[in-house]
Protein backbone atom coordinates (compact mmCIF):
# COMPACT_ATOMS: atom_id res chain seq x y z
CA UNK A 1 0.00 0.00 0.00
CA UNK A 2 1.78 3.47 -0.98
CA UNK A 3 0.07 6.57 1.00
CA UNK A 4 0.84 8.43 -2.49
CA UNK A 5 -1.79 6.56 -3.91
CA UNK A 6 -4.19 6.56 -1.91
CA UNK A 7 -4.05 10.33 -1.51
CA UNK A 8 -4.52 11.07 -5.18
CA UNK A 9 -7.18 8.08 -5.59
CA UNK A 10 -9.22 10.08 -2.13
CA UNK A 11 -8.66 13.22 -4.01
CA UNK A 12 -10.20 11.97 -7.48
CA UNK A 13 -13.28 10.67 -5.66
CA UNK A 14 -13.77 14.01 -4.00
CA UNK A 15 -13.75 15.97 -7.11
CA UNK A 16 -16.33 14.08 -8.44
CA UNK A 17 -18.22 15.60 -6.38
CA UNK A 18 -19.75 12.29 -5.16
CA UNK A 19 -18.26 12.62 -1.74
CA UNK A 20 -20.13 14.02 1.04
CA UNK A 21 -18.35 13.60 4.26
CA UNK A 22 -15.42 11.66 5.57
CA UNK A 23 -16.91 8.52 5.87
CA UNK A 24 -17.83 7.98 1.93
CA UNK A 25 -14.22 8.60 1.50
CA UNK A 26 -13.21 5.44 3.72
CA UNK A 27 -16.04 3.30 2.25
CA UNK A 28 -14.67 4.30 -1.10
CA UNK A 29 -11.33 3.52 -0.51
CA UNK A 30 -11.98 0.23 1.37
CA UNK A 31 -13.58 -1.10 -2.13
CA UNK A 32 -10.50 -0.28 -4.05
CA UNK A 33 -8.74 -2.86 -1.64
CA UNK A 34 -7.63 -0.10 0.99
CA UNK A 35 -7.95 -1.32 4.62
CA UNK A 36 -7.92 1.47 6.91
CA UNK A 37 -8.30 -0.02 9.77
CA UNK A 38 -4.44 -1.22 9.54
CA UNK A 39 -3.82 2.19 7.95
CA UNK A 40 -0.20 1.94 9.50
CA UNK A 41 0.76 -1.47 9.38
CA UNK A 42 2.06 -1.89 6.08
CA UNK A 43 2.80 1.33 3.67
CA UNK A 44 5.31 1.42 1.07
CA UNK A 45 7.64 4.27 0.32
CA UNK A 46 6.04 6.08 -2.82
CA UNK A 47 9.77 8.07 -3.34
CA UNK A 48 12.74 5.51 -3.40
CA UNK A 49 14.28 8.04 -1.19
CA UNK A 50 12.40 10.12 0.96
CA UNK A 51 8.29 10.69 1.32
CA UNK A 52 7.35 13.47 4.45
CA UNK A 53 4.00 14.56 4.74
CA UNK A 54 1.76 15.46 7.98
CA UNK A 55 -0.64 13.37 9.43
CA UNK A 56 -3.26 13.68 12.73
CA UNK A 57 -5.55 10.76 14.81
CA UNK A 58 -8.26 11.72 16.38
CA UNK A 59 -7.82 11.82 20.22
CA UNK A 60 -8.80 8.76 21.99
CA UNK A 61 -8.23 6.97 18.51
CA UNK A 62 -6.24 3.72 17.84
CA UNK A 63 -3.08 3.07 15.71
CA UNK A 64 -1.62 -0.04 16.16
CA UNK A 65 1.43 -1.51 16.43
CA UNK A 66 3.12 -1.52 13.42
CA UNK A 67 6.78 -1.43 12.10
CA UNK A 68 8.13 -0.31 8.65
CA UNK A 69 11.10 -1.06 6.32
CA UNK A 70 12.56 2.10 6.13
CA UNK A 71 13.59 5.04 8.93
CA UNK A 72 10.55 7.09 10.45
CA UNK A 73 11.24 10.15 11.62
CA UNK A 74 8.29 12.08 13.63
CA UNK A 75 7.73 15.53 14.83
CA UNK A 76 4.84 16.32 17.33
CA UNK A 77 3.10 19.04 16.70
CA UNK A 78 0.20 18.60 19.43
CA UNK A 79 0.02 20.55 22.35
CA UNK A 80 -2.02 18.13 24.18
CA UNK A 81 -0.02 15.06 25.93
CA UNK A 82 0.47 12.05 24.28
CA UNK A 83 2.11 9.05 25.18
CA UNK A 84 4.63 6.98 22.88
CA UNK A 85 5.37 3.65 22.40
CA UNK A 86 8.81 2.01 20.98
CA UNK A 87 9.38 -1.29 21.45
CA UNK A 88 8.83 -2.19 25.37
CA UNK A 89 9.69 1.41 26.20
CA UNK A 90 6.81 4.53 26.58
CA UNK A 91 8.05 8.24 26.33
CA UNK A 92 5.31 11.49 27.06
CA UNK A 93 5.68 13.34 24.14
CA UNK A 94 5.77 16.96 24.48
CA UNK A 95 5.13 19.68 21.27
CA UNK A 96 8.39 20.02 19.28
CA UNK A 97 10.03 16.67 20.07
CA UNK A 98 11.31 14.33 17.61
CA UNK A 99 11.83 10.70 16.90
CA UNK A 100 13.87 8.43 15.09
CA UNK A 101 12.16 5.16 14.83
CA UNK A 102 14.92 2.47 12.94
CA UNK A 103 13.57 -0.15 10.38
CA UNK A 104 11.70 -3.24 12.16
CA UNK A 105 11.14 -1.51 15.76
CA UNK A 106 7.66 -1.29 16.14
CA UNK A 107 6.09 1.77 18.14
CA UNK A 108 2.63 3.39 18.11
CA UNK A 109 0.85 6.56 20.08
CA UNK A 110 -1.03 5.77 23.18
CA UNK A 111 -3.41 8.01 24.13
CA UNK A 112 -4.03 9.45 27.52
CA UNK A 113 -7.09 10.31 29.50
CA UNK A 114 -5.57 14.36 29.11
CA UNK A 115 -5.26 13.74 25.32
CA UNK A 116 -8.58 16.28 24.45
CA UNK A 117 -7.23 17.66 21.04
CA UNK A 118 -6.21 15.51 18.05
CA UNK A 119 -2.80 14.18 17.63
CA UNK A 120 -0.74 16.09 14.67
CA UNK A 121 2.51 15.14 13.75
CA UNK A 122 5.17 15.62 10.65
CA UNK A 123 5.87 12.65 8.93
CA UNK A 124 9.81 11.60 7.31
CA UNK A 125 10.19 8.16 6.10
CA UNK A 126 13.88 8.09 5.16
CA UNK A 127 15.14 4.28 3.13
CA UNK A 128 17.75 2.73 4.39
CA UNK A 129 20.16 3.20 1.04
CA UNK A 130 19.49 6.91 2.03
CA UNK A 131 20.41 7.01 5.42
CA UNK A 132 23.49 4.17 4.46
CA UNK A 133 24.87 6.95 2.08
CA UNK A 134 24.91 9.87 4.41
CA UNK A 135 26.22 7.36 7.22
CA UNK A 136 29.08 7.25 4.48
CA UNK A 137 29.98 11.14 4.82
CA UNK A 138 29.13 10.86 8.77
CA UNK A 139 32.03 8.42 8.95
CA UNK A 140 29.90 5.77 9.99
CA UNK A 141 27.55 6.97 12.56
CA UNK A 142 24.70 5.49 13.98
CA UNK A 143 21.51 7.55 13.99
CA UNK A 144 19.63 5.29 16.80
CA UNK A 145 21.09 3.79 19.89
CA UNK A 146 21.26 -0.08 20.29
CA UNK A 147 17.59 -0.35 21.09
CA UNK A 148 16.38 0.84 17.10
CA UNK A 149 15.13 4.54 18.32
CA UNK A 150 16.48 8.16 19.72
CA UNK A 151 13.98 11.19 21.04
CA UNK A 152 15.41 14.63 20.98
CA UNK A 153 13.25 17.53 23.33
CA UNK A 154 13.65 20.87 21.26
CA UNK A 155 11.59 22.68 22.90
CA UNK A 156 14.00 25.49 24.91
CA UNK A 157 16.90 24.21 23.34
CA UNK A 158 19.13 24.88 20.92
CA UNK A 159 17.62 22.45 17.92
CA UNK A 160 14.53 23.94 17.80
CA UNK A 161 15.21 24.94 14.16
CA UNK A 162 15.10 21.31 13.53
CA UNK A 163 11.25 21.66 13.56
CA UNK A 164 10.81 24.31 11.28
CA UNK A 165 13.10 22.20 8.44
CA UNK A 166 10.64 19.58 8.70
CA UNK A 167 7.68 21.75 8.24
CA UNK A 168 9.89 23.32 5.41
CA UNK A 169 10.17 20.02 3.71
CA UNK A 170 6.80 19.30 4.64
CA UNK A 171 5.42 21.98 2.68
CA UNK A 172 8.23 21.46 -0.20
CA UNK A 173 5.99 17.60 -0.63
CA UNK A 174 3.01 19.82 -0.69
CA UNK A 175 3.76 22.25 -2.87
CA UNK A 176 5.34 19.73 -5.45
CA UNK A 177 7.06 22.98 -7.16
CA UNK A 178 9.96 22.16 -9.71
CA UNK A 179 12.89 20.35 -8.18
CA UNK A 180 10.54 19.40 -4.77
CA UNK A 181 12.32 16.06 -4.59
CA UNK A 182 15.61 17.74 -4.59
CA UNK A 183 14.75 20.32 -1.96
CA UNK A 184 13.42 17.29 0.22
CA UNK A 185 15.84 14.82 -0.09
CA UNK A 186 18.83 17.87 0.68
CA UNK A 187 16.66 18.91 3.25
CA UNK A 188 16.42 15.53 4.94
CA UNK A 189 20.19 15.43 4.91
CA UNK A 190 20.51 18.78 7.44
CA UNK A 191 17.60 17.52 9.58
CA UNK A 192 19.55 13.86 10.18
CA UNK A 193 22.67 15.34 10.50
CA UNK A 194 21.68 18.25 13.42
CA UNK A 195 19.97 15.06 14.96
CA UNK A 196 22.33 12.90 15.19
CA UNK A 197 25.37 15.93 16.12
CA UNK A 198 22.26 16.76 18.77
CA UNK A 199 22.02 13.27 19.85
CA UNK A 200 25.80 13.23 20.02
CA UNK A 201 26.51 16.47 21.82
CA UNK A 202 23.32 17.29 24.27
CA UNK A 203 22.60 15.01 26.81
CA UNK A 204 20.22 17.19 28.24
CA UNK A 205 17.99 17.17 25.37
CA UNK A 206 17.84 13.72 24.98
CA UNK A 207 14.53 12.46 26.46
CA UNK A 208 13.98 9.38 28.99
CA UNK A 209 12.08 6.87 29.07
CA UNK A 210 8.72 6.82 31.73
CA UNK A 211 8.98 4.95 34.83
CA UNK A 212 7.98 1.56 33.91
CA UNK A 213 4.71 0.89 34.78
CA UNK A 214 2.55 -2.45 34.28
CA UNK A 215 1.96 -2.08 30.80
CA UNK A 216 5.69 -1.53 30.25
CA UNK A 217 6.82 -4.97 31.83
CA UNK A 218 4.09 -6.41 30.07
CA UNK A 219 5.56 -5.69 26.87
CA UNK A 220 8.79 -6.14 27.79
CA UNK A 221 7.70 -9.74 28.71
CA UNK A 222 6.28 -10.43 25.53
CA UNK A 223 9.15 -8.95 23.78
CA UNK A 224 11.87 -11.21 25.79
CA UNK A 225 8.88 -14.39 25.61
CA UNK A 226 7.57 -14.13 21.52
CA UNK A 227 9.21 -17.77 20.74
CA UNK A 228 7.12 -19.40 24.16
CA UNK A 229 3.59 -20.13 24.76
CA UNK A 230 2.05 -16.62 25.97
CA UNK A 231 -0.79 -17.05 28.09
CA UNK A 232 -3.10 -13.93 29.09
CA UNK A 233 -3.41 -16.43 32.94
CA UNK A 234 0.34 -17.07 32.69
CA UNK A 235 1.01 -13.84 32.41
CA UNK A 236 -1.09 -12.19 34.97
CA UNK A 237 0.95 -14.78 36.93
CA UNK A 238 4.25 -13.40 36.30
CA UNK A 239 3.29 -9.87 38.02
CA UNK A 240 1.08 -11.46 40.49
CA UNK A 241 -1.92 -9.77 39.23
CA UNK A 242 -5.29 -10.49 37.69
CA UNK A 243 -6.06 -11.96 33.94
CA UNK A 244 -9.05 -8.89 34.37
CA UNK A 245 -6.33 -6.27 35.41
CA UNK A 246 -3.91 -6.85 32.50
CA UNK A 247 -6.67 -7.43 30.12
CA UNK A 248 -8.11 -3.70 31.11
CA UNK A 249 -5.21 -1.80 31.36
CA UNK A 250 -4.60 -3.46 26.94
CA UNK A 251 -8.20 -2.21 26.67
CA UNK A 252 -8.07 1.29 28.49
CA UNK A 253 -4.30 2.50 27.21
CA UNK A 254 -3.46 0.31 23.73
CA UNK A 255 -7.46 0.15 22.88
CA UNK A 256 -6.97 -3.72 21.92
CA UNK A 257 -6.67 -6.82 23.32
CA UNK A 258 -4.03 -8.44 25.13
CA UNK A 259 -3.81 -11.26 22.50
CA UNK A 260 -3.81 -9.03 19.92
CA UNK A 261 -0.95 -6.88 20.94
CA UNK A 262 1.16 -10.02 20.92
CA UNK A 263 -0.26 -10.97 17.43
CA UNK A 264 1.33 -8.06 16.45
CA UNK A 265 4.50 -8.05 18.03
CA UNK A 266 4.79 -11.56 16.83
CA UNK A 267 4.31 -10.64 12.98
CA UNK A 268 6.68 -7.97 13.16
CA UNK A 269 9.41 -10.12 14.55
CA UNK A 270 8.35 -12.95 11.41
CA UNK A 271 9.01 -9.52 8.85
CA UNK A 272 12.28 -8.98 10.73
CA UNK A 273 13.18 -12.66 10.32
CA UNK A 274 11.72 -12.78 6.74
CA UNK A 275 13.79 -9.84 5.62
CA UNK A 276 16.49 -11.65 7.27
CA UNK A 277 16.67 -14.75 4.57
CA UNK A 278 15.12 -17.27 7.38
CA UNK A 279 13.00 -20.27 5.36
CA UNK A 280 9.27 -19.22 6.25
CA UNK A 281 8.74 -22.14 8.51
CA UNK A 282 11.43 -21.59 10.76
CA UNK A 283 10.03 -18.02 10.85
CA UNK A 284 6.62 -19.67 12.13
CA UNK A 285 7.85 -21.34 14.61
CA UNK A 286 10.54 -18.93 16.26
CA UNK A 287 7.64 -15.93 16.90
CA UNK A 288 5.58 -18.82 18.75
CA UNK A 289 3.13 -19.84 16.01
CA UNK A 290 1.93 -23.15 16.40
CA UNK A 291 2.24 -24.44 12.58
CA UNK A 292 2.79 -22.35 9.39
CA UNK A 293 -1.02 -21.95 8.34
CA UNK A 294 -1.43 -19.82 11.59
CA UNK A 295 1.08 -17.99 10.70
CA UNK A 296 -0.18 -17.49 7.52
CA UNK A 297 -3.41 -16.63 8.38
CA UNK A 298 -2.32 -13.90 11.03
CA UNK A 299 -0.06 -12.19 8.74
CA UNK A 300 -2.33 -12.16 5.57
CA UNK A 301 -4.99 -10.77 8.00
CA UNK A 302 -2.73 -8.23 9.64
CA UNK A 303 -0.71 -6.93 6.61
CA UNK A 304 -3.21 -7.44 3.54
CA UNK A 305 -0.45 -9.82 1.88
CA UNK A 306 0.68 -13.47 2.38
CA UNK A 307 4.54 -13.91 3.77
CA UNK A 308 5.65 -15.25 0.82
CA UNK A 309 4.17 -12.00 -0.89
CA UNK A 310 5.76 -9.53 1.57
CA UNK A 311 9.57 -11.32 0.70
CA UNK A 312 9.56 -10.75 -2.77
CA UNK A 313 8.54 -6.83 -2.31
CA UNK A 314 11.04 -4.39 -3.21
CA UNK A 315 12.39 -3.50 0.10
CA UNK A 316 10.68 -0.83 0.44
CA UNK A 317 8.41 -1.43 3.08
Known sequence: MKLGEMKLLAEEFVRTGDCRDVNE???????????????????????????????VSEA????????????????????????????????????GDIILVAPGIPHRPIWTTETTTPYH?????????FVEGLRTHLHGADFEDARGHALLHTKGSKWTSLVEYIHEGVAEAEKKEFGWQTMVCANTARILT????????????????????????????????????????GTAKQFLVSSSTISQIFQKQMGVSFYRVVTQRRLIAAKNKINSGIPMEEVAEQVGFNDYSTFYRAFKQEYGISPRQYKNLDGTV
Open 25 to 55: VREFLKSRGYDLNNLYQELEMTSRLVDTHQD
Open 60 to 95: GGVVQLHSHGFYEMICCRSQSSVQYLIGSERYRLKQ
Open 121 to 129: REVIWISRE
Open 194 to 233: LFIRAIKEDASAQAKAERPELLDKVMDYVERNLSEKITLE
